[in-house]
């Protein structure tokens, strides 16, 4: 029997099993586990390692803590010329730190069309909106080359904030696994400065460009304060 023409189930042992067609009634989607672990999976590759706890608070809406270690991850290599030897060597970024950011999603009602008709579908499962908010601080090395040509490794360190506005789509396999995939954009502001540098030693003048920058949980793309852009694809489970 088709479950649109079904009210209520009572088994045996007393258990009720409620259908409705009313994509609000929380009672629907009695029994879903609410709450979820996440990974950003690809983060690692980017210099970081972001772990995440999501919990429904309601049809629709749901809030999101997460934390991120900078420095659990690749660390990119930066090149030093020095032209009174004439050599070249490599230097990891070497970068550490934490940041931790938190947001409320707003969630279209975890509905799908199968078949013509509208069925139910897990309650942490659709397209949300989430405004989210970043604060973070960490160390990382940087080239600076002097004006008698010769370079040298410093030490950088970075403190970020930024307001965010993501747009993402949470999926939820066999009750149990779910997938979510975002795109996020707003205000960041930090004070970091390029990760080359030029000093004159005569002069004391420094030179360097923070037109844009990376920090790991998001990217700004202007002179701070700038917009700020984040992306990522997350894998979670769910639990009771």
């Not at 090149?79 to 970068?95: E, F, H, L, M, P």
């Not at 700038?226 to 997350?234: A, E, N």
């Amino acid at each position: 029997m088709e479950t649109d023409r079904v009210k209520k189930i009572i088994t045996a042992d007393g258990k009720v099993q409620v259908f409705s067609d009313n994509l609000k009634d929380k009672e629907s989607y009695e029994g879903q586990l609410t709450k979820a672990i996440k990974i950003n999976f690809f983060s690692p590759l980017y210099g970081y390692t972001e772990i995440g706890y999501e919990q429904s608070v309601g049809v629709g809406k749901s809030y999101e803590v997460s934390v991120g270690f900078i420095g659990l991850g690749k660390s990119e290599q930066l090149n030093i010329y020095d032209n009174n030897n004439y050599s070249t060597r490599n230097v990891k970024k070497g970068q550490a730190g934490a940041f931790i950011s938190a947001g409320y999603k707003f969630n279209k009602l975890p509905d799908f069309i199968f078949f013509g008709r509208t069925k139910m579908s897990h309650l942490m499962q659709g397209t949300y909106f989430k405004p989210a908010v970043y604060v973070g601080h960490y160390k990382e090395n940087i080239i600076i080359s002097k004006a008698n040509n010769s370079s040298l490794v410093s030490k950088q360190n970075v403190t970020f904030g930024a307001l965010q506005l993501e747009l993402g789509k949470q999926r939820v396999f066999g009750e149990k696994f779910l997938l979510d995939t975002y795109f996020g954009i707003g205000y960041g502001i930090d004070n970091k400065k390029d990760t080359y540098q030029y000093e004159n030693t005569n002069s004391n003048y420094q030179y360097y460009s923070e037109n844009a920058a990376y920090n790991y949980a998001n990217s700004r793309l202007g002179n701070s304060p700038s917009i700020s852009v984040s992306f990522g694809v997350k894998i979670g489970v769910l639990i009771k």
